[in-house]
């Protein structure tokens, strides 16, 4: 399937961003995948509602996952949305109708549309089709459906508002975290210095001065 990227742009969020690059690097990537993830849930949903449906199975691919990459000395997550290649289920089989579909091989077909075209086999005698093979296929042009550039237009202002809020109370909780743990740090090492010291007596003497 073609490739189409989208990104999404978070507006004063300088100081969060900043703050995001402050903390450890996988911690600051969980913080980012997880973010991601949760913005990205009305896209998904706005597809599947604007997806063409023929057997259904495109609807039912269509899905997000979400990838996690070293950038030279830092971390990166990458949330990639659209059919999924390996999806299964009782469903998916029943759609299948016993045929090879692949909704990754032909979604970007239904989003940008076709072409007037003749399919012939390349090595076999004849194509597999379902009623009988055949040595050639006419294949009349179809018009853009663009599901998923729809999908997007309507959902972006959602998902660059659920992504920021999701940064600045994921941020908050790692960097409370982080203050958490320093201060068990120093009472431990506290505790650890007075158990070290040798007890020694210690006299008191009530009485006039």
Do not use: C
């Not at 991601?36 to 849930?41: D, E, G, Y």
């Not at 050639?136 to 997007?152: E, H, K, L, N, Y």
């Amino acid at each position: 399937m073609a490739k189409v990227g989208n990104s999404l742009e978070l507006r004063g969020m300088e100081a969060t961003l900043s703050a995001l690059g402050d903390l450890d690097r996988k911690v600051a990537q969980t913080i980012l995948a997880a973010s991601i993830t949760k913005a990205s849930k009305p896209y998904v949903k706005a597809a599947r509602k604007r997806v063409p449906v023929d057997t259904g199975l495109l609807k039912l691919s269509l899905g997000a996952v979400t990838r996690k990459y070293r950038a030279g000395s830092g971390r990166i997550a990458v949330r990639v949305m659209g059919p999924r290649v390996k999806f299964a289920g009782k469903k998916a089989e029943a759609l299948r109708q016993g045929m090879n579909r692949r909704p990754h091989k032909y979604a970007h077909l239904v989003e940008f549309g076709t072409e007037a075209h003749t399919i012939q086999p390349k090595r076999a005698a004849a194509l597999d089709a379902p009623i009988r093979p055949l040595s050639v296929v006419d294949v009349t042009g179809g018009r853009p459906r663009p599901f998923m550039r729809q999908a997007w237009d309507v959902t972006v202002r959602r998902m660059e508002h659920i992504l920021a809020q999701e940064l600045k109370k994921r941020i908050a909780k790692a960097a409370e975290d982080a203050r958490r743990r320093s201060r068990e740090r120093q009472q431990r090492g506290v505790a650890a210095k007075v158990t070290k010291l040798k007890p020694r007596r210690i006299f008191a003497t009530v009485g006039r001065i």
